[in-house]
């Protein structure tokens, strides 16, 4: 029977509690189990103690693929996924647009590994195919992209992978399951920094992959490894927290359309960033590829406005690192997610330090346009001087 996406969230993969007959899954801490006359050893490094197994069984299911894994972070998820099917002598075609601390593992650590790599110049097509070479081995994208919300085809990135017998990987962590499931659309690898939407409450850091059970595999061989499995308290959370994904993340949505159209009529912003408005160059694309548009956004003020003070100014959205929590944040991703790149490489993804990055939680909508409105009462915006 085809389940919805909030019976996924709440039921598949649950732990039964038949010693007490509990409504929620039992917590299992152990870290040492028996290893005599049983059907599996199970070892927390090893991705397979009983808490692990049945988040994973969910993350599956909301991401309609074979198997998954969770990890100790999101990080650790994108490093472990690229270095399992990366080797010395192998390249890998990024697009341009990426997460700051993916783009860092890649320019920082990649030629250690003796593993080549190319950044695309834009999303299309050519721009992709272009960048492969005799020894690619893997295709890695993200969409929406951070922090600049731009939209990559996945169905064009699967098609150009299976061309060229290659691994398709994607950052899904924007989307969320409720909104985009890849590998519907072709790709072959699912990554989420489950510390985000998964988690939901900024209070859990945690990653996951989702892919074939033959990909799965092959990650978890290097994954035992390299030791980036998550604690099976925090397990136990992220399981809890995603029950509720699909009914957040829907409240996110709408909070992120109506959030967006409201900024870009304001005279005090200069451009606004998210798929779901018509101007966006990628809304057809995201129109093929999303069930909605998600809660994310960015947007630049016009030079006239102090953004620094602004930002102290705001009572109700938090100026805080991170996102997808239920309550609204907001940062700059110049100071924060992408510190680390230069200025030039964060000019070069069109990532200004102007730019400000918007999460929206599950307030209302009035009382978020009410702070902003505030907030740029008090820097004196709008205000005239005899």
Same mark, same amino acid.
């Given at each position: 029977m085809k389940k919805g996406i909030n019976t996924i969230c709440t039921h598949t993969g649950e732990l039964k509690d038949d010693t007490f007959k509990g409504a929620v899954s039992p917590l299992y801490m152990s870290t040492s189990y028996a290893y005599e006359e049983v059907s599996e050893k199970r070892y927390p490094r090893y991705f397979n103690t009983p808490n692990q197994q049945a988040l994973s069984k969910k993350l599956a299911a909301l991401e309609k693929t074979e198997a998954a894994l969770v990890f100790g972070s999101g990080m650790a998820a994108v490093s472990t996924a690229l270095l399992a099917f990366l080797s010395k002598g192998d390249h890998i075609v990024l697009q341009k647009t990426l997460y700051g601390g993916t783009f860092n593992l890649v320019v920082e650590e990649f030629e250690h590994f003796g593993i080549e790599y190319s950044f695309t110049k834009g999303l299309s097509r050519e721009d992709f195919e272009k960048e492969i070479r005799e020894n690619t081995r893997v295709i890695y994208a993200e969409t929406p992209s951070n922090p600049l919300l731009t939209i990559t085809d996945l169905r064009m990135v699967g098609v150009l992978?299976?061309?060229? $017998?290659?691994? *398709?990987?994607? %950052?899904? &962590?924007?989307?969320?399951?409720? $909104? +985009? $499931?890849?590998? &519907?659309?072709?790709? %072959?690898?699912?990554?989420?920094?489950? @510390?985000?939407?998964?988690?939901?409450?900024s209070d859990i850091l945690a990653g996951a992959v989702c892919a074939s059970e033959a990909h799965i595999e092959r990650i978890f061989s290097l994954g035992k490894n390299l030791g980036g499995s998550l604690s099976d308290y925090t397990v136990w959370l992220l399981e809890r927290s995603i029950k509720t994904l699909g009914i957040r993340v829907k409240a996110q949505n709408k909070n992120a359309r109506k959030m967006a159209r409201f900024l870009e009529k304001h005279p005090a912003i200069a451009r606004v960033y998210y798929p779901g408005l018509k101007h966006h160059p990628d809304h057809r694309i995201a129109c093929e590829q999303m069930s909605?548009?998600?809660?994310?956004?960015?947007?630049?003020? !016009?030079?006239?406005?102090? +953004?620094?003070?602004?930002?102290?100014?705001?009572?109700? =959205?938090?100026? *805080?690192?991170?996102?997808?929590?239920?309550? #609204?944040t907001i940062l700059?991703?110049?100071? @924060? #997610?992408?510190?680390? /790149?230069?200025?030039?490489?964060?000019?070069?993804?069109?990532? *200004?330090?102007?730019?400000?990055?918007?999460? /929206?939680?599950?307030? !209302?909508? *009035?009382? /978020? =346009?009410?702070? =902003?409105? +505030?907030? /740029? +009462?008090?820097?004196?915006?709008?205000?005239?001087?005899?």
């Open positions: 992978a299976r061309e060229y $017998n290659l691994v *398709s990987m994607v %950052d899904n &962590t924007f989307a969320s399951p409720v $909104n +985009q $499931n890849p590998a &519907t659309l072709g790709i %072959d690898v699912i990554i989420h920094s489950a @510390t985000k939407y998964l988690g939901g409450h909605d548009f998600g809660g994310m956004l960015s947007f630049e003020f !016009d030079p006239s406005v102090d +953004q620094v003070s602004f930002l102290k100014h705001l009572k109700l =959205i938090k100026p *805080s690192m991170s996102l997808a929590g239920v309550e #609204s700059s991703p110049a100071k @924060t #997610s992408h510190a680390l /790149l230069s200025e030039q490489e964060r000019a070069d993804q069109g990532i *200004s330090d102007r730019l400000l990055r918007f999460s /929206l939680g599950i307030e !209302d909508k *009035s009382d /978020l =346009i009410e702070d =902003i409105e +505030q907030a /740029l +009462q008090a820097v004196g915006w709008g205000v005239e001087v005899n």
